[in-house]
């Protein structure tokens, strides 16, 4: 029985996937127990973090007793083998609701399992249920969700980052050693900066999309949370590599992360961009991010400025790129086939309104109506054709910054989690949360948010560490320098 105020912080760090694979191995863990033992967690504190929507309890106990059975006779084991891990409910999974934190998808059971899902399964993972999420994955605090906030387990009047919130403040709270996120504008990077926690944003293409419940197809990616870079490493080389359901999946062969994650950062170039210490930046955060690139130069690492002047422009041109996509996507969702349909429709013109208007949140309203007015006539070209061509520049930059660097750090986010109720009237104030995650949404490029310092009052603060198109090896081998200093400290 788990007790205490509201106030009080819920944090406790995973053990690695490898000593609990070990444990497994070697008998002295069984992978039922363990599975039984986060369930036990789930129960005593999902009432105060509201982490979970729905749990998988059958399929993760079956998938355990596997597991069990497996290193009962010895046989080798999976790399996930008996590892519990959550799913985003943005991701469908067979056997589980899959709501995307919204109330027009109300009932619907998908008959599938997102690749993502079915790869982790097939890797040993155990899955625990589906986590909560900013409405359809729009948002950045959480606070989006038809079922209500998640909390941040380090201040539990504070928001755990969106939209991916509760994959982050699961791993944070240890109701869970991993978890799967998505990440269109900087929903895996932002929350895993607020809770404290590794979120990895791959390359676009390296990682399946089937079975992920479109946002923005051009900018939507499937990526780990974890308590550390080597874990957070392991999942994305189960996760990631060509899904011939995916026309927009790589066939790039996928290294070994884990391993790559290990190697030394001596003589690599990082770039540091001035357009992101600007205004705006929190003095805790710069001084965190200060820290964390001292300790880059004293593993070796030569740091040198580098000029990304479109900057200015990615809030403007990806809320127009993203709202534009969802505005398409989102059309599909009109009460006829599956989900919410309201009672109040006596013609079909009438059952699309108001089950529309009755199953959406006021958030995803507001940006289907945004990307509706970019996409009609008279305005295409003024705004989102335009918002294309500065997505182009912004990737361009990149392309030529990485000519020069192997990698390039910034801070996550312009402040540490910010209060519940802090900017919900404010959209402006609660979109310039993503300020710093944007522009490698909409370059494509890959990165890896890893802790680096808290604040005075013991709010986590994260760096983020970019690097060329499928080269995540450089992310995770730089995130892990920083972490090892932070460790050895």
Known sequence: MVTGSIAEPIVQKPRTVAALKCDIAAGRTKAAGLAASYFERIDALNPRLNVYLSLTRDRALEQ???????????????????????????????????????????????????????????????????????EFAMGSSNENSAFGPVRNPHDLERVPGGSSGGSAAAVAANLAVATLGSDTGGSIRQPASFCGVVGVLPTYGRVSRYGLIAFASSLDRVGPFAANVRDAATLLGVIAGHDPNDATSSPAPVPDYAAESDKPVDGLRIGIPAEYFGEGLDPEVRAAIGQGIAAL??????????????TRYAIPAYYLVATAEASANLARFDGVRYGYRSPA???????????????????????????TYALSAG???????????????????????????????????????????????????????????????????????????????????????????????????????????????
């Open 64 to 134: 355990a007793a596997r597991i069990d059975e497996i290193a009962a006779r010895g046989d080798p084991l999976p790399p996930l083998a008996g590892i519990p891990v959550g799913i985003k409910d943005v991701l469908v999974m067979r056997g589980a609701p899959a709501t995307a934190g919204s109330k027009i998808l109300e009932g619907y059971h998908p008959p599938y399992d997102a690749t993502v899902v079915a790869r982790l399964e097939a890797a040993g993972a155990v899955l625990l249920g589906k986590l909560n999420c900013d």
């Open 297 to 310: 130069e004293a593993a070796g690492c030569k740091t040198m400025p580098v000029s990304l002047p479109h």
């Open 345 to 371: 429709s006596e013609t079909l013109s009438a059952m699309y309104r108001h089950s529309r208007d009755e199953g959406f949140g006021a958030e995803v309203k507001r940006r289907i109506l945004l990307g």
């Open 379 to 489: 305005y295409y070209d003024a705004y989102y054709l335009k918002a294309q061509k500065v997505r182009r520049l912004l990737a361009e930059e990149f392309l030529r910054a990485f000519a020069d660097v192997d990698a390039i750090v910034t801070p996550t986010a312009p402040t540490p989690a910010f209060k519940l109720g802090e900017k919900t009237g404010d959209p402006l104030a609660m979109y310039l949360a993503d300020i710093y995650t944007v522009t490698a949404s909409l370059a494509g490029i890959c990165g890896v948010t890893v802790p680096c310092g808290k604040t005075p009052a013991g709010l986590p603060i994260g760096m983020q560490v970019l690097a060329r198109h499928f080269n995540e090896s450089t992310a995770f081998r730089v995130a892990r320098a920083v972490e090892a200093v932070r460790e050895a400290s």
